[in-house]
Structures are given as structure tokens and as C-alpha cells.
Nanobody, 121 residues
């Protein structure tokens, strides 16, 4: 099970930290990712944290503002987002396993219900 939290409404230029608590599977052995879906748009890969060595991956246009991390002791994945823009408005999903870089939630082994992020003035 994956349960996301931390979403909300924020003004442009603001920051948010999303959290995802994992249970029911060996969190420490799974690559973990964030995927987002904006209204009326296809889902989009945001970031991946590799289980084996902690390497992080993400689209070049998001990496300067978005940072993925995890706390193995707490079975929790994070996404720190800064300098948020209206185009970052989306439902953000935490996902486990799956091919790195995939934007399709159904290609991941597990995913949560999502947490809504709205960036608006």
C-alpha cells in the first residue's frame, strides 16, 4: 500500500514537500517514483529514486526544482518541490517498481491514490 500526503494549494514560487508511506512490500528493495497527472493531460514521470544505490533520476526540465529522496527507516518517499509554477498543478502519485522513466501508472507494480497539488495565485 502507498499513501501520499502533503499536497495542497500554494502560490507560484512556493514550495511543498510530498510524502508517501509504503507498507506491505519490501520498500528498501524497490525503485520508487513519482508520477503526476494534470487535468485533461497524459500522466507524466516526475522522478525516480533507485533502491540499490540511491541514485536519483528525473526529466531535465524538472530536476532543478524537484528533489526525490527516501527515509528507509520510515518506509517513506519524499518529493521536495520548489519554485512551483501553475503548470505543476496535478495529482501526484507515488509508485513502486516499474520501468524507470515510465509515465504510465499501470506499468508500476504498486501506486497510491495520489495527492493534489494546486499552484495558483
Amino acid at each position: 500500500q502507498l499513501v501520499e500526503s502533503g499536497g495542497g494549494m500554494v502560490q507560484p514560487g512556493g514550495s511543498l514537500r510530498l510524502s508517501c508511506v509504503a507498507s506491505g512490500f519490501p520498500f528498501s528493495t524497490y525503485d520508487m517514483s513519482w508520477v503526476r497527472q494534470a487535468p485533461g493531460k497524459a500522466s507524466e514521470w516526475v522522478a525516480t529514486h533507485k533502491a540499490s544505490d540511491g541514485t536519483t533520476y528525473g526529466p531535465w526540465f524538472l530536476k532543478p526544482r524537484f528533489t526525490i529522496s527516501r527515509d528507509y527507516a520510515k518506509n517513506t518517499l519524499y518529493l521536495q518541490m520548489s519554485d512551483l509554477k501553475p503548470e505543476d498543478t496535478a495529482l501526484y502519485y507515488c509508485a513502486a517498481g516499474g520501468p524507470r522513466g515510465s509515465s504510465r501508472l499501470d506499468e508500476y507494480e504498486y501506486w497510491g491514490q495520489g495527492t493534489q497539488v494546486t499552484v495558483s495565485s
